[in-house]
């Protein structure tokens, strides 16, 4: 049975689960995922892991955190006054904003805390400090 190669367009499907079990992605409840194996799409260690697999192989690997989504950085999380928001926008815990680089890129924050006059934003990935857990099933090689 032939094995998934650089080169290779193959589809799979996948979970992704943290340490403590929750589960924050698959792909088992829709379509399945379709890349090409090398083109740098996705983790290198997650297409290192499809790599060598046959058709209906099920694999389980772990991405350290430092290979997935790096470490978490404390100095990415910042206090804004919140009268420096547009008046209409209410700040909630947990939504995530926009916000407009000086050059002209966007990134996209997190509220961690609102307080009567301030307002805390984390730019870390929301996957940045974590190692990642896949189980990942070959479905088709082509």
Do not use: C, W
């Amino acid at each position: 049975m032939a094995q998934a190669k650089k080169g290779d367009h193959v589809k799979i499907h996948y979970t992704g689960t943290l340490d403590d079990g929750s589960e924050f992605d698959s792909s088992t409840n829709r379509e399945p995922l379709e890349f090409t194996l090398g083109d740098g799409m996705l983790l290198p260690g997650f297409e290192i892991a499809v790599e060598g697999m046959e058709t209906g192989e099920v694999k389980s690997i772990r991405i350290p955190a430092n290979e997935a989504y790096g470490p978490y950085f404390q100095d990415l999380v910042i206090e804004f006054d919140k009268d420096q928001f547009p008046p209409d926008l209410e700040p909630k815990i947990g939504e995530h904003l926009e916000l407009q680089q000086d050059d002209g890129s966007s990134t996209i924050v997190k509220i961690l805390n609102v307080s009567s006059g301030k307002v805390s934003l984390d730019a870390n990935h929301p996957l940045a400090g974590k190692d990642l857990l896949f189980e990942i099933k070959l479905l088709s090689i082509d």
